[in-house]
């Protein structure tokens, strides 16, 4: 089981990125405000864990205005969704390996 372990990425290890990528994997990009009330955590936890993400090369961020206040956008990049899908696969082995 071992090296199911191995597999595991460090950077998913949280809750919080685990929800930010899940949205990041099924969405063309998500914003700032929606990924904020996903993960129902605050701005700066918030932050801190995209930058964790963008760091990694797993975010791209693309910041824009609607009108005159800011929108920021986060998407995945195919860096991004294939360390997450490696992710998912090896919890996925564990488990059923357990089973």
Request: charged share 25%.
């Amino acid at each position: 089981m071992s090296n199911f372990i191995d597999q595991l990425n460090k950077v998913f290890d949280s809750r919080v990125r685990l929800g930010i990528m899940s949205a990041l994997m099924v969405n063309d990009h998500v914003s700032f405000n929606q990924l904020k009330e996903l993960t129902g955590v605050t701005d700066g936890n918030l932050a801190s864990h995209l930058k964790g993400l963008e760091e990694n090369g797993y975010v791209r961020v693309q910041k824009g205005f609607i009108g005159r206040k800011t929108n920021t956008t986060y998407s995945a990049t195919k860096l991004g969704e294939k360390a997450f899908k490696t992710h998912l696969d090896a919890l996925e082995k564990m488990i059923r390996k357990l089973q």
